[in-house]
């Protein structure tokens, strides 16, 4: 998929935004008993994800405060990657245009907590649950 450049303009803008407005502060939900942040390479990620609502989803960023505290909390599930030192991730259930998305938390081995990603199309969830 090709990139507008007016798109790619406003995602450098939306990451300088992001590391300004996110970067140290801590992310919570009501019914989640633990702190959350995001790294610098959590913004890049989830910039970079596809979405069907690309613009919207890179947006979306900006509010990822407000995203999470009102967001549902699915669960927990393996990390697909297999990756040693994340110990389980943590999924939370948005909206984004009306479109289900799924903010992605890893937890790692020492007890952090970090929005790894955002996704419309998350694989990994067990078909079973209500999304």
């Known amino acids: 998929m090709e990139i507008h450049p007016s798109i790619r303009q406003r995602r450098k803008e939306i990451r300088d935004e992001a590391k ?32 069907c609502h690309y613009a919207s989803k890179n947006e979306a960023l900006l509010n990822l405060p407000e995203l999470l505290e009102t967001s549902e909390y699915l669960g927990s599930i393996e990390d697909p990657k297999g990756r040693d030192y994340i110990e389980t991730g943590h999924v939370f259930k948005i909206l984004i245009n009306e479109s289900p998305s799924w ?9 952090d907590y970090w929005v790894h990603s955002v996704s419309d199309n998350y694989p990994y969830l067990d078909n079973k649950q209500d999304l």
Not at 103 to 111: A, M, P
């Open 20 to 51: 300004r407005l996110l970067l140290g502060r801590v992310l919570y939900h009501p019914y989640f008993p633990h702190d959350m942040y995001i790294s610098v390479s959590g913004i890049k990620e989830w910039l970079n994800q596809p979405h």
């Open 103 to 111: 903010i992605i938390v890893n937890q790692t081995i020492w007890g």
